[in-house]
């Protein structure tokens, strides 16, 4: 493969030997790539404060096939979210998504929108921080669909017909959604109409605009991110996802 240059937002960093630090990116180009940065613990290290979590980055590396770490050349700060990531909520919310990436995204395997949509979801709560619920769940929903496990919200899952605007719905044990006139059992969970509409919104618009739309429905968001954390727990076969938790038992 040879030498690689290209844009990516640092994930985490972490001391490797005396010197050296392994770094996880996502890039633009690449996918998610780990790779040695030499000398970065050094204080005169070339690398500089562009290996903080968080930094969006030019980076170039050298990949040898057939080995999954990379060797970083060359790493130049393009936009630092250093003082964000100082905040304690922002910096719990982000590791969270973080290593949501890293389960989801496989090495090495590009995907420019993933990419987009990280990067942008980083602006939004850097000019949001009383955003942070909103952008988790745009950004929960957005790496279920991007990864092809999104339900479809639209219709209901047994007679195919479009659920009306104003119609309560039925949620499945597959997380499919089924209209009243189909719902077998009056004991499933009801999915109200601002669910959906905050479930379906966030498919159509950016970020910003979610945070916008959202902030009359917070109590909405928090139950919707409840059922996007149920279908990210039964993918990854992990009992719950939460932001503690996850983090705490994240595997490097
Ligand atoms: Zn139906």
């Known amino acids: 493969m040879g030498l690689v240059d290209t844009e990516g937002l640092i994930l985490k960093s972490y001391s490797l030997a005396e010197a050296d630090k392994i770094v996880v990116l996502l890039t633009?180009?690449?996918g998610l790539v780990r790779g040695v940065a030499k000398g970065a613990k050094r204080l005169k290290s070339k690398f500089?404060?562009?290996?903080e979590p968080f930094s969006i980055v030019q980076i170039s590396y050298f990949q040898k096939e057939e080995r999954e770490l990379v060797s970083i050349r060359q790493i130049d700060l393009l936009k630092s979210y250093f003082d964000n990531a100082s905040q304690p909520r922002f910096l719990q919310k982000f590791s969270?998504?973080?290593e949501l990436l890293v389960e989801f995204a496989p090495p090495h395997d590009p995907n420019e929108r993933l990419y987009r949509m990280t990067k942008v979801c980083l602006e939004t709560a850097a000019e949001n921080p009383d955003s942070l619920e909103s952008i988790a769940l745009y950004f929960e929903l957005w790496i279920l669909r991007l990864g092809g496990y999104l339900p479809n919200w639209n219709n209901c899952n047994n007679c195919k017909r479009e659920l009306e605007q104003n119609e309560n719905s039925g949620l499945q044990i597959n997380f499919h959604l089924v209209c009243n006139n189909c719902q077998k059992s009056r004991n499933n969970w009801i999915i109200s109409p601002e669910q959906r509409q905050i479930f379906?919104?966030?498919?159509?618009?950016?970020?910003?605009?979610f945070v916008e739309f959202t902030k009359n429905y917070q109590k909405g968001v928090k139950e919707v991110s409840i059922i996007l954390r149920r279908i990210?727990?039964?993918?990854?076969?992990?009992e719950t996802v939460g932001e503690k938790i996850l983090t705490?038992?994240?595997?490097?």
């Open 248 to 252: 705490a038992s994240s595997k490097l």
């Open 96 to 98: 969270y998504l973080v």
């Open 48 to 51: 500089g404060g562009g290996l």
């Open 232 to 238: 990210i727990s039964n993918i990854l076969g992990k």
């Open 28 to 30: 633009q180009n690449e």
């Open 200 to 209: 379906i919104t966030a498919q159509k618009v950016s970020p910003t605009k």
